[in-house]
């Protein structure tokens, strides 16, 4: 990646549209919106995980979505919180070509820069050692249990993952990223370990459609086609936006899973 090409061009841009064009000549996928200021050269771009970069004067302002590995690739930054995004930080740094660097080497997760960051598998790997380690600790079983390892997966690299995979609810498109769960299709209670970090075991929902996924009152065939469970009345499909048109993208890669999930569910 040519950081210092991309970094000028970028400095350059008198419009969104000129740094959109900067952005896709060197392959990176992104929305751009102009800011509400009147000074052109006040621009922010957004990636596809809803993480920002803006920049703003002598200034780059960034927001981080996940807070996994920031230590690694921010190492010198300094992050706030955000009062309205719970789970997004804030950081704002001198525009250097530096520090632009390390913020686009996160983006585009590039290993050649900061050779010693874990591959996302190594990542979630350690993070299913560290979660079953704590549960062992703690003695913790059943529906506890099952909760401590929703909120914990959802803290992690897993669900990092599944926002850069899909970025919004399979089934019904909420894409704002504080609404959406990281769900295993076949749950980690009964998963393999290679299961457990397998991100085509992976679904991003919203809360309504996690949970009644996660209880087994839908489920999905081969094609995408959704299967809703007869003890899910018509008025309760309603009032969670479910029905029987709907339907969510499958790969062959988690076929398998799914197969899983319909005979546990017995749909």
């Known amino acids: 990646m040519d950081y210092k090409g991309l970094y000028e061009k970028l400095c350059k841009a008198q419009t969104k549209h000129d740094m959109l064009d900067a952005l896709n000549q060197y392959g990176i996928e992104s929305s751009t919106k102009p800011t509400l200021t009147r000074n052109k050269q006040d621009l922010y771009f957004q990636m596809m995980d809803y993480s920002r970069i803006h920049f703003i004067g002598s200034k780059i302002k960034l927001w981080v979505t996940e807070p996994v590995s920031r230590s690694k690739w921010f190492e010198g930054f300094t992050f706030q919180d955000v009062n309205d995004a719970p789970r997004t930080k804030r950081a704002e740094v001198p525009k250097t070509l530096d520090n632009f660097i390390k913020i686009m080497s996160y983006f ?80 980690w209670s009964e998963a393999s370990p290679e299961e457990k970090v397998d991100v085509n075991n992976g679904l991003l929902l919203c809360p309504n459609h996690d949970r009644v ?37 499958i790969t062959d890669k988690n076929k398998e899973y799914f197969t899983y999930h319909r005979k546990k569910s017995g749909l």
């Open 213 to 249: 996924f996660d209880r087994g009152l839908i489920s999905f065939d081969d094609n995408g086609a959704i299967l809703i469970s007869d003890e899910l009345i018509q008025r309760d499909r309603m009032m969670l936006n479910i029905d029987e048109g709907m339907s969510i993208e």
């Open 108 to 187: 585009i997760k590039d290993n050649d820069v900061i050779p010693d960051h874990r591959n996302p598998v190594e990542a979630i790997k350690e993070e299913k050692d560290a979660i079953e380690a704590d549960i062992e600790k703690l003695s913790i079983t059943g529906q506890e249990k099952q909760a401590l390892v929703k909120v914990r997966i959802n803290q992690g690299v897993f669900r990092e993952q599944l926002l850069r995979k899909y970025s919004h609810c399979c089934l019904c498109g909420v894409s704002n990223p504080d609404l959406l769960i990281a769900s295993h299709i076949k749950p």
